[in-house]
């Protein structure tokens, strides 16, 4: 009896250590950008306060580590690229299964699709690789990929394929002959889940319509519903937001008609479409309704105040338990300025010095072509602290960003000059 016990045991730890070893290499071989968009959020044993989900204009609208410095809010973007309400659902659902949020915020771009899925499953990996193995994913995976028909843009079959979302190895093993030592390494994002996307779309003409509400019946709405229930059941607040871009009359008609469902559930709406946060001139990323950094902040400053202002979201800027944050916002101020320091666009610079971290000064010739192209100009006088002097100078225009408290400068030779020596471009 004895040596069958010991047999027993012995079983077991081999297969513990085999599982471990797959989960290892597993990580290892899989692409990297689930990992690094959501590593952050499973290494956080604290309660996060507010959690962020929709598409992908989710990721590039609303950046956490700004609500931390401005306001304390302990947040994480789960902004999902192509992200349908319904995926949305099953991303809160297992996000619920790790963290206790004091609010959930919802991005209603897609409600009234009724896919289950998009329309890419490269997408739907991005969303659902990190996540570890539990029962929620699985029923995730088992109601997003429930039609035996349907199949991607590249004529993956995602019913097929749904024990590939559910644990990855068998899509990626392939990889394991081109594995190097990085690979073994975590990867994280400095912007807790959002991604800056650097680039100023020429969009210039765009109307707000009076337009009627629409009638909204659709999968995408009765899983909106789903997840204000979940969370109301759980004693979660939940706002609904629909972010500004240059939508067309029948996006504008949806936005208008989310206000229905906020109302049937007494919760909070803030219809970006009908504001004027954003600067079209200045702040796309593209004309598909991505925001660049510029127009990042600056929804995310009125979120951050709005979140401030209608809920308990407590400052936790002086809690050691989120002392890590401090460390990360250093982080986070020497990654913005690296991406200053890499661009070789001057639109480009412009959009990325609109940002409260850096004192910026610039300096063009009486003959600069700022003053006189309408694009620039307004880049120019996008930059909130921005001293423009016109002065008798060798460059056409001349920048020096400073970073007051971290002690970085960034010139616009190319040369990053960090706590006392001089890097050049992206070192």
């Known amino acids: 009896m004895k040596k069958t016990v010991e047999n027993i045991i012995e079983v077991v730890a081999v297969v513990a250590v085999v599982v471990a070893l797959l989960a290892v290499v ?19 044993s604290e309660d996060f306060d507010v959690l962020f989900f929709g598409t992908s204009r989710v990721i ?14 302990v947040s994480y973007n789960f902004g999902g ?13 297992n996000a619920l299964d790790y963290t206790h949020p004091k609010l959930v915020v919802i991005d209603c771009m897609l409600v009234e699709d009724d896919a289950k899925v998009c329309d890419n499953a490269e997408y739907l990996h991005q969303t659902f690789d990190s996540v ?19 199949t991607d843009v590249n004529e993956v ?39 800056a996307r650097v680039q100023v779309a020429d969009f210039s003409g765009w109307q707000r319509l009076p337009v009627e509400a629409a009638q909204i019946d659709s999968t995408g709405a009765k899983y909106l519903r789903m997840m204000i229930e979940e969370c109301q059941n759980r004693g979660i607040d939940v706002m609904l937001m629909y972010l500004p871009y240059p939508a067309p009359e029948s996006q504008q008609m949806v936005a208008a008609g989310v206000a229905a469902i906020a109302q049937e559930y007494g919760v909070d709406y803030v219809n970006y479409l009908d504001s004027d946060v954003i600067d079209y001139n ?33 400052d936790q800027r002086g809690n050691e338990a989120y002392g890590r944050w401090n460390e990360d916002d250093i982080d986070y101020i020497i990654y913005k300025a690296k ?68 002690n970085t400068t960034v010139l616009d030779s190319g040369w990053v000059y960090y706590k006392g020596r001089f890097y050049k471009n992206q070192q």
């Open 81 to 93: 690229h192509n992200n349908t309400i319904p995926t949305s659902y099953w991303s809160m659902m």
């Open 339 to 406: 991406l200053i320091d890499e661009q070789e666009e001057l639109d480009n610079t412009l959009m990325l010095l609109a940002d409260d971290d850096f004192t910026t000064t610039v300096t063009m010739r009486p003959d600069s072509q700022v003053y006189t192209d309408p694009k620039l100009g307004c880049l120019v006088s996008n930059i909130a602290d921005c001293i423009m002097t016109q002065e008798d100078i060798p460059e056409e225009i001349h920048i020096r960003v400073t970073d007051n408290y971290y």
């Open 132 to 150: 570890p193995i539990s029962r929620t994913k699985i029923k995730a995976l088992m109601d997003l990929c429930d039609d035996p028909e349907l």
């Open 282 to 314: 200045t702040d796309c990323y593209d004309l598909g309704g991505h925001l660049n950094p510029s127009g990042a902040r600056k929804v995310t400053t009125d979120l951050g105040a709005y979140i401030q202002e209608r809920y308990s979201i407590p």
């Open 26 to 44: 597993s990580n290892a071989v899989q692409v990297e950008a689930s990992d690094e968009k959501y590593n952050d959020f499973y290494q956080q």
């Open 60 to 73: 590039n609208a609303v950046m956490p580590m700004e609500l931390w410095q401005d306001y304390g809010i």
């Open 157 to 195: 079959n995602y019913y097929d394929t749904r024990l590939e979302y559910i644990w990855d190895f068998p899509k990626y093993h392939s990889r394991w002959s081109a594995l190097e030592t990085e690979d073994f390494e975590p990867v994280y994002s400095e912007e807790k889940g959002a991604e």
